[in-house]
């Protein structure tokens, strides 16, 4: 069983930065695919940011030019920077690993971690 373990969440000011790291407890996996979702409070999850096995990203409409995904391909771990945060981006930011396990896959999800902005 893979587990997920996210990390770098915390409370920051408005304008401020913070980076999000998603590992997984083994290594040598077959990462297909990383998301980074958001849930705050009386909200539905959002898809914020994925990457998949070919470097192609997707961003939410409401972190583009704030928010950059990226991946180590050798620790299988998957990355958010978090730049210019704002009071809305508030939420429990959970990471999802898409693994690849013969012809299907798997999803790995992390328990999450809180991001507050606030002054």
């Known amino acids: 069983q893979v587990h997920v373990a996210e990390s770098g969440g915390g409370w920051v000011q408005p304008g401020g930065s913070l980076a999000l790291s998603c590992v997984p407890s083994?290594?040598?996996?077959?990462?297909?695919?990383g998301e980074w979702h958001r849930q705050a409070p009386g909200d539905e999850r959002e898809l914020v940011a994925r990457?998949?096995?070919?470097?192609?990203?997707y961003y939410g409409d409401a972190v583009k030019g704030r928010f950059t995904i990226s991946r180590d391909n050798v620790k299988g771990a998957v990355y958010l920077h978090m730049n210019d945060l704002k009071p809305d981006d508030t939420a429990v930011y959970s990471c999802?690993?898409?693994?690849?396990?013969?012809?299907?896959?798997?999803?790995?999800w992390g328990l999450g971690t809180q991001v507050t902005v606030s002054s």
């Open positions: 999802m690993l898409r693994i690849a396990d013969g012809i299907s896959h798997f999803d790995y």
């Open positions: 083994e290594s040598g996996l077959g990462i297909l695919a």
């Open positions: 990457i998949d096995d070919r470097d192609r990203r």
